[in-house]
């Protein structure tokens, strides 16, 4: 016999029918169902909020990064020859020359190089039977528009830069010590320096800015595969602002030779 339906009020107030014998526990489940549901529908809403944090700060330090990144950038760019020839009649290189006929100017720049030897350039000296590093070290040119004379100090496998203000005689390099074989002046006052070693030759570059509060380091890369073409009559040179043109020779293993390569390599810092 069917039972008739009766609207009693549970204990909270809601009306329950009772037709069938479990609805009290199926409300319960069901009240217990839409408790999860509202808590599951809270922790996503708040998941996605956590999530949109995330999202704008991970994009902004993309961002930033990006703006970093922009403020620095690099690119190692094959020319042509024609191209490599052209550039160099209208060069970016920094005026110079190599002989001062005031000895006693240059004589005031080695004394304050002499204060900055360290104990390596020290014992290299006395490995060659010198009494001061002053023998490892050499004037090398002077850049008029920039006020420096550069010199070249040996090291045991390599010759380093190091930079001398003209008309003080200070130190514009300070105790620091630049890579200096097959350097290149810009007008800006950019210093770009390969470092050389006696044998298993690659190309090591280091750029450098001068300014008048002295000479200090951009930044520095190696490539492992090729090495300046030496035996080229011109070996590398600023094209323009921040553009370096450079000549290099990479082993051709099926031709038994070396190929000449021509890159420009720019950057921004």
Same mark, same amino acid.
């Not at 006929?101 to 900055?116: P, Q, W």
């Not at 004379?149 to 203000?165: Q, R, T």
């Given at each position: 016999m069917e039972q008739e339906l009766s609207n009693c009020p549970s204990a909270d107030g809601t009306f329950l029918s009772s037709t069938f014998p479990n609805t009290h526990s199926l409300y319960a489940t069901l009240r217990q169902q839409q408790h999860v549901n509202k808590t599951i529908t809270i922790l996503t809403l708040e998941l996605q909020i956590a999530l949109t944090f995330v999202a704008i700060l991970f994009l902004t330090n993309c961002d930033k990064a990006k703006a970093q990144e922009s403020r620095r950038f690099f690119t190692f760019t094959p020319i042509s020859e024609v191209q490599f020839g052209n550039a160099f009649k209208k060069n970016y290189n920094s005026p110079f020359v190599t002989k001062?006929? $005031?000895?006693?100017?240059?004589?005031?720049?080695?004394?304050?190089?002499?204060?900055?030897? $360290?104990?390596?350039? #020290?014992?290299?000296?006395? *490995?060659e039977l010198c009494n001061s590093p002053r023998c490892l070290t050499s004037f090398k040119a002077y850049y008029p528009s920039l006020d420096l004379?550069?010199?070249?100090?040996? $090291?045991?496998?390599?010759? #380093?830069? @190091?930079?001398?203000?003209a008309n003080t005689n200070e130190m514009a390099s300070g105790f620091r010590r630049f890579r200096g074989e097959y350097g290149v002046m810009s007008k800006d006052g950019l210093w770009v320096g390969l470092e050389r070693q006696d044998c298993d030759n690659f190309l090591q570059i280091?750029?450098?800015?001068? @300014?008048?509060?002295?000479?200090?380091?951009?930044? @520095?890369?190696?490539?492992?595969?090729? $090495?300046?073409?030496?035996?080229? #009559?011109?070996?590398?040179?600023?094209?323009?602002?921040n553009t370096i043109y450079i000549?290099? *020779?990479k082993y051709a293993p099926h031709n038994d030779k070396d190929l000449i390569q021509y890159y420009a390599i720019r950057f921004g810092y």
């Open positions: 001062i006929t $005031d000895s006693t100017k240059l004589e005031k720049a080695f004394k304050s190089i002499e204060k900055t030897y $360290d104990e390596n350039e #020290k014992e290299l000296a006395e *490995h004379y550069l010199f070249n100090i040996l $090291d045991y496998h390599y010759a #380093k830069a @190091s930079f001398v203000f280091e750029i450098c800015k001068s @300014s008048k509060r002295g000479v200090w380091s951009l930044f @520095s890369f190696d490539f492992t595969d090729i $090495d300046i073409a030496k035996e080229e #009559k011109t070996v590398m040179f600023w094209a323009e602002k000549a290099t *020779h």
